[in-house]
């Protein structure tokens, strides 16, 4: 009998923030996020991604569950929340738990008071997954706090702030629980944390608010009653897709036989990404989360038995008891299962997540698929006709992602054995970033030894990441099995695996001779553990077994984390300074508490308009092709589709571009990369819209592609023009050295990944042509002038206004602009409000990043390591179009001695012209690229001499007053005593033995230190964008408005300028108000970039607040004694305007490239970083030890700001250089679009001990109240960690006999690390002879 279902549909109730929502028409289709954002305008809740991969979504469930017989907490990720999952749930977000308005929650209230919060995107999300864990545990450890962050991201703040904030909440708090009090703990005698010598803090935790429990949101007791009923089938059907909750196993299998296509849903982490991201349709979804049967725990003779629709965390929590009561010897799978978890995506992602669906989507990556595979988990699969339990081995998966499921089948139970005595089980997952990342390999080994010996009586190795299913290794196994656990079955298994486990040079995935070495290195940790194991149980039965040499030990250690300690110096403002004098106090970011409750409003957030609609792009597939042909027919059939926009649409000019116009809004008949833009669809909805997308179909012809910089430069296929900058006499230099080297470095490039991704809302205003156009947008007024030539009217009809931005980073300088101008094109032809945000993947895509660099140098140089010539050469890829890349390479030139004086010099630069999606800013500017290869020459300088790097970077430093190549004139120079600060807090003398110590007792595990100084042009370089302009309103009541060319991204620049006016206009910042950044108050405005928009702007505040207090003058002389309210009102009473704009260029700048004279830029900011690091060589993983900075911010503005820019960037930077990495195909497609597969830096990823400091007594005369600039010029310290990490692969080497300079290409990837120890390992897997094959993965 078939099961039938009600085609009306049930009712979807559910309660939010206490209060009841009964949906009658909930959609399948539709995440939780979505509706809280679209139906109920909560908006608090942010989207960041749609994967699952980046937390900004995350809000907490409550719900009753009768298997666990309690209400129970969790966080989940609204964006893969299915809306129908929520019945019977109490979903909770952050405008739920407290507000500005009314009363803050100590979690908001923590993040926002610690520095937290910059551009406030992430902090909602992170304000939830700490709110969840406080539920379920109002006392977390600082363990407890870092896993409840795996799943979330900030790339804004480096994290530091966040955890520091929190840990007040943990009952083993303090900066490291006072575990590490020698070492500079707050909890110690001798150093402090979060404050200065003087006991100065960057805020007081004692004046938090107590967390009170018992205050929280109770679980509605509606929805106990309604959950303690038995269970009712529900049926919710939408446009494309029919959901059914069945209320029992029977009717389950009723429905898979019915509808054996169905999916199962409970996590929807695999189905939602796949809906998505794969455009893959799923007509009937099956939802059997609360089937009993489907949930079941139970311990048998054998082992335990889990229900398939549990949750990963209930299985860690079932797992974790079971190892405390057990004999250990019976919990090794366990403790690998729970290993596996430990990495297993973020919590979010595991408190929804079934085993069920791990094992039935057969990812060849699957991390929990080759613990059962090697442990032989038995499962039970079930179907109307019955059951059956099948043992799990490679036979399970005949194929990619598939399963020996039948249609009609399911799974219900898997059970996890039990291991005997004298068995042995681990599990390793090896990946780019350790937290919530998808495997590199995975794998699991189980060996079982015939009683009381060392005999193999059973071996199972399965590896993941290695074939299209996870694979077990059965040729090894079975040639070592009676073999004895020794050296020679090592040798052998090696031998075994590297012929077994092999690749394909093309496979999919890249990195081929990484995987293959992994899978040896891996079975080397293994046969370490086993041998120490074996040591100790054989020898308590007699027998005398070698236990592993000490110096091999740490290679079988798992990793540890360690909560990260820090401590930040400032000078506090001298003790004279008037209270209300704000400039150089610590004050907190103004939104910061904004953010926190989720009542910052970004440009999505912006209400609805009535008739709105909304935008999708259609962008190419292609690099380098014409189109041919354009079927838009199925894609118009999509209901809500509105237009279909082309190049014909554009009323004005079709040609856009930031300097030169060089590029199209919309292809006309050629694309020039993948992503380019060639259409757009208007819909009705966002989903719609993007749903017709999709469904348009594009014909090409297609023309070969330039990826790469290689390809660029083999073909000539450059932008013009190229750059030099010279001094000296190279030639002569390289007579003189007494040795000349030459070396290569290739630099990748970087996703700005900016937390909310390119935004903007057109808004038609009906007369003259005129456009209200909200954007999250770095530059204003270019998008306002970019915006008008396409639409064919005055600059004076657009006005451009920007809140506030989720981060820019440089990305939403320029390349913001043309999703603007298409939205702003639907408008007006349209003639309604259209809106568009792009999904994280589609922004990855179009809008570029930073430019990788190729640097080719030639060094000249004495025995005593003075360098004396050098010559490099630069090759950005600029991708298909000029964007900013010529200053971008101007920066790079300007900082290729970074802070060395070379005698002869010369510099080169060339701008690849690619197939790739044009390259723009990111925060450095080509600065970061341009330094990265001078320390790539010193330090190839320093080993091929033989002597310290740190020494010789020392001999070739500048002195003040020396000039730069480009013969600018070293002022104010304060690298010499940032240098001695750094070694000095870093105690890097004995930082440098103790790691020269522990390289000779560890072979598999080596340090590394380098200490590397910065040096930073504060200017644009294009001379005529050094100008800003302000305007400040003081109304009758006294408050002021301020307005100023500079947007605010998170950096605190309203913050600081706030600060500025405040301390002219002399009254409390609480009297100034800044709404926004608009063209309509401050014209033709410079981007906010270059770190220059504190000096420029606030030189143009300071010019508005003097001519006020120039016009209030008199009135405060008339009556001294009287208030500011007083003397405005006298003023106004007086006819005098109280309104005023103030303007500022900064003065004598201005260089000449053919000349190579003049001043590029107004002064330099200066800082050094001493970083250490600990690499594990045998999988290339590597942990930052410690990292001290100082930083030369001159006289700051906000220590607690300028603190938050330095850990920012540094931290970006340590992305750049160790973790972010690209990916094109050879066809020039960008396979890397999400935070699924890029990583950027996580929590677990700062540095276990940071210490920040910035240069006390270092006024800077050129800027206002002398400060210095640093949003920048920090993120070039993160250097010292790719240096480190290179100074660590250096030992290894050693241990193999290899000296000498060798090139590591950035960022120092675990592959690239693994592959450069090289060892007996990596020669059992040489890589494939280049040109032999097509790889999967390009370096552009
Ligand atoms: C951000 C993110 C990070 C991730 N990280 C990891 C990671 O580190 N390691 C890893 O291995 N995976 C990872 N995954 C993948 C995913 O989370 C897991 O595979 C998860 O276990 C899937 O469970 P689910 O309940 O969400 O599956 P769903 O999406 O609900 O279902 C997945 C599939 O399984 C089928 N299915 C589910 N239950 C049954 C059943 N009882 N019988 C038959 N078929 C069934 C469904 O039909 C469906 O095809 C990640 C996913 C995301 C989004
Ligand atoms: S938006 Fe949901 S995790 Fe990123
Ligand atoms: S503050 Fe975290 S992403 Fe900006």
Not at 1036 to 1052: A, F
Not at 1113 to 1127: A, I, L, S, V
Request: glycine share 8%; proline share 5%; net charge neutral.
């Amino acid at each position: 009998m078939s099961q039938s279902v009600d085609s009306a549909g049930d009712d979807l109730l559910f309660y939010v923030n206490g209060k009841k929502v009964v949906e009658k028409n909930a959609e399948p289709e539709m995440a939780l996020l979505t509706y809280l954002r679209t139906k109920l305008g909560l908006t608090g809740t942010k989207l960041g991604c749609a994967e699952g991969g980046c937390g900004a979504c995350t809000v907490m469930v409550s719900r009753f569950s009768s298997h666990q017989d309690r209400i129970i907490h969790f966080a989940v990720n609204a964006c893969l929340a299915p809306l129908c999952s929520l019945h019977h749930s109490a979903v909770t977000t952050v405008e739920g738990i407290g507000s500005v308005a009314s009363k803050l929650h100590p979690v908001q209230e923590r993040i926002a008071r610690a520095h937290g919060s910059q551009c406030g995107f992430c902090t909602p999300g992170i304000v939830m997954s700490m709110y969840a864990l406080l539920r379920n545990n109002p006392q977390p450890s600082l363990l407890d706090i870092e896993e409840a962050f795996q799943g979330n991201l900030c790339r804004c703040t480096g994290y530091r702030p966040i955890l520091e904030g929190y840990k007040t909440f943990a009952k083993d708090g303090g900066c490291c629980g006072g575990k590490r009090k020698e070492n500079g703990c707050c909890m110690g005698a001798e150093g402090q944390a979060n404050h200065s010598e003087g006991d100065f803090l960057l805020y007081n935790p004692s004046e938090f608010m107590p967390l009170d429990p018992t205050q929280e949101i109770i679980f509605p007791i509606e929805l106990l009653g309604l959950s303690k009923k038995p269970l009712k089938q529900l049926c919710f059907q939408g446009e494309r897709v029919l959901w059914i909750q069945p209320s029992s196993l029977t009717e389950l299998l009723d429905f898979k036989t019915q509808y054996p296509e169905a999916r199962l849903v409970v996590g929807n982490t695999e189905v939602g990404i796949e809906m998505k991201f794969k455009n893959l349709l799923y007509p009937v979804i099956l939802a059997p989360a609360f089937i009993p049967e489907l949930n079941t725990v139970q311990r048998t003779a054998d082992g335990i038995l889990f229900g398939a629709a549990c949750t990963l965390t209930r299985l860690g929590m079932v797992l974790r008891d079971a190892v405390q009561e057990l004999p250990t010897y019976q919990t090794e799978v366990f403790r690998a299962v729970l290993e596996q978890l430990r990495w297993f995506a973020g919590q979010q992602v595991r408190n929804v997540a079934a085993i069920g669906g791990n094992i039935v989507t057969a990812s060849p990556i699957s991390d929990l698929n080759p613990v059962f595979l090697a442990a032989g988990c038995k499962l039970t699969l079930a179907s109307k006709g019955g059951k059956r339990v099948i043992e799990m081995d490679d036979s399970f998966f005949p194929g990619y992602r598939k399963t020996v499921l039948k249609p009609d089948e399911i799974l219900l139970f898997i059970e996890i054995p039990f291991t005997k005595k004298g068995q042995y089980f681990s599990a390793f997952k090896q990946s780019q970033r350790r937290e919530d990342d998808i495997a590199t390999v995975t794998c699991a080994m189980n060996v079982a030894f015939e009683e009381n010996t060392n005999s193999v009586r059973n071996l199972r190795l399965s590896y993941g990441g290695m074939a299209p299913t996870t694979v077990l290794a059965k040729e090894t196994c079975k040639r070592l099995t009676g073999r004895k656990w020794s050296d020679e079955l090592l040798q052998d298994a090696c031998s075994l695996l590297a012929k077994e486990m092999t690749l394909d040079p093309s496979a999919p995935g890249g990195m081929v001779t990484y995987r293959r070495t992994l899978t040896i290195s891996l079975f080397f940790k293994f046969y370490l553990i086993v041998q120490h194991k074996l040591a100790q149980d054989l020898n308590v039965e007699g027998f005398v077994l070698e236990d592993v040499r000490p110096d091999y030990a740490s290679a079988a250690e798992l990793f540890h984390s360690v909560f990260p300690c820090s401590t930040q110096l400032f000078q506090e403002v001298p003790p004279g300074q008037n209270k209300d004098d704000v400039v150089g106090r610590p004050i907190m970011h103004l939104s910061a508490l904004k953010q926190a409750t989720g009542e910052a409003v970004y440009c999505d957030d912006i209400p609805c308009y009535d008739n709105e609609l909304h935008l999708a792009l259609v962008t190419s597939t292609k690099a380098h092709a014409f189109i041919e042909n354009i079927d838009t027919k199925e894609a118009m059939c999509v209901p809500g589709v509105v237009a279909f926009l082309t190049a014909k649409d554009i009323p004005g000019s079709n040609r856009t571009g930031p300097a030169v116009y060089d590029e199209t809004v919309l292809a006309e008949d050629m694309v020039t990369c993948v992503g380019h833009i060639i259409a757009a669809i208007v819909a009705d909805t966002q989903a719609h819209a993007q749903r017709a997308a999709k469904a348009v179909k594009i014909t090409y012809k297609e023309l070969k592609p330039v990826v790469t910089i290689q390809e660029a430069i083999s073909c000539k296929s450059f932008y013009q023009p190229t750059r030099k900058i010279e001094q000296g006499n190279i030639e002569e230099g390289f007579k003189k050295a007494d040795h000349i080297l030459e070396g290569e470095m290739h630099i990748g490039g970087q996703e700005h990944f900016y937390l909310e991704t390119n935004c903007t809302l057109a808004v038609p205003r009906g007369e003259d042509g005129e456009m209200e156009m909200f954007v999250s947008t770095q530059s204003t007024s270019k998008t306002q002038m970019l915006v008008a030539k396409a639409l064919g009217v005055p600059a004076n009809r657009i006005v451009c206004r920007v809140k506030r931005m989720g981060g820019g980073f440089g990305g939403k300088e320029c390349r913001s602009t043309i999703l603007s101008t298409v939205v702003a094109v639907a408008a007006q032809k349209l003639k309604k409000p259209v809106r568009c945000m792009l999904d994280r993947d589609e922004d990855m895509l179009v809008t570029g990043g930073r430019h990788p660099f190729l640097g080719r140098y030639k060094v000249g140089f004495m025995k005593t390591g003075r360098i004396v010539s050098l010559e490099v050469t630069y090759y950005s890829n600029a991708g298909n179009s000029a964007d900013l890349s010529l200053s971008i390479l101007e920066r790079a030139l300007f900082h290729m001695e970074n802070c060395y004086n070379i005698p002869h010099i010369r510099g080169m630069g060339y701008m690849c012209k690619t197939n790739l999606p044009s390259n723009t800013a990111f925060r450095g500017f080509g600065g970061p690229q341009g330094m990265m290869v001078a320390e790539s020459w010193m330090g190839d300088v320093a080993l091929h001499c033989g002597l310290p790097v740190e020494q010789v970077r020392r001999l070739n430093m500048y002195k003040q007053g020396d000039r730069t190549p480009f013969t600018q004139r070293l002022e104010q120079f304060t690298i010499d005593r940032c240098w001695e600060e750094c070694l000095s807090i870093s105690q890097y003398n004995q930082r440098r033995k103790a790691i020269e110590q522990f390289n000779r007792q560890h072979r598999w595990k080596k340090r590394g230190i380098a200490v590397i100084p910065t040096k930073f042009g504060i200017s644009f370089t294009a001379l005529f964008l050094n100008q800003a302009g302000a305007l400040v309103h003081v109304y009758i009541d006294g408050s002021v408005l301020l307005t100023h060319g500079g947007t605010e991204m998170g950096q605190g620049l309203h913050t600081k300028m706030v600060q500025v006016a405040s301390k002219v206009l002399g009254i409390p910042c609480s009297k100034i108000h800044i709404s926004e950044t608009s063209t309509s108050t401050v014209p033709n405005t410079s981007p906010t970039a270059a770190s220059a928009s504190s000096d420029l702007n606030g030189m143009a505040i300071y010019d508005a607040c003097q001519t006020l207090n120039q016009r209030l003058q008199p009135y405060k002389t008339k009556n001294p004694k009287g208030t500011w309210e007083d003397w405005v009102k006298a003023a106004y009473f007086d006819r005098v305007n109280l309104s005023a704009n103030g303007f500022y260029k900064t003065p004598d700048m201005g260089y000449d490239f053919e000349t190579n004279e003049g001043k590029p830029f107004n002064y330099f900011s200066y800082g050094v970083a001493c970083s250490e690091v600990e690499v594990d060589c045998l999988t290339g993983d590597h942990k930052n030890l410690h990292t001290s900075i100082v930083m030369d911010v001159g006289n700051s503005l906000n220590p607690a700001i300028d603190i938050g820019q330095v850990e920012g960037a540094f931290m970006q930077g340590v992305g750049l250089f160790t973790l972010e990495e690209l990916l094109y195909s050879p066809e020039g497609v960008l396979l890397t679009r999400g935070p699924g597969m890029y990583k950027i830096p996580a929590f677990g990823d700062i540095p276990t001990e940071l210490n920040v400091s910035l240069l006390r007594d270092a006024p800077n005369e050129k800027a206002i109240f002398s400060s210095k600039a640093v949003g920048e010029p920090p993120l070039f310290l993160a250097a010292s960690v790719f240096y480190a990490i290179k100074d660590a692969i250096t030992a290894a080497r050693a241990e193999s006999g290899l000296r000498g300079p060798f090139r590591l290409d950035s960022p120092a990837t675990p592959e690239r690390i693994r592959n450069a120890c090289e060892d007996s390992f990596t020669k059992l897997c040489p890589p494939a002879e280049a040109g032999t094959y097509k790889p999967w993965a390009v370096q552009v």
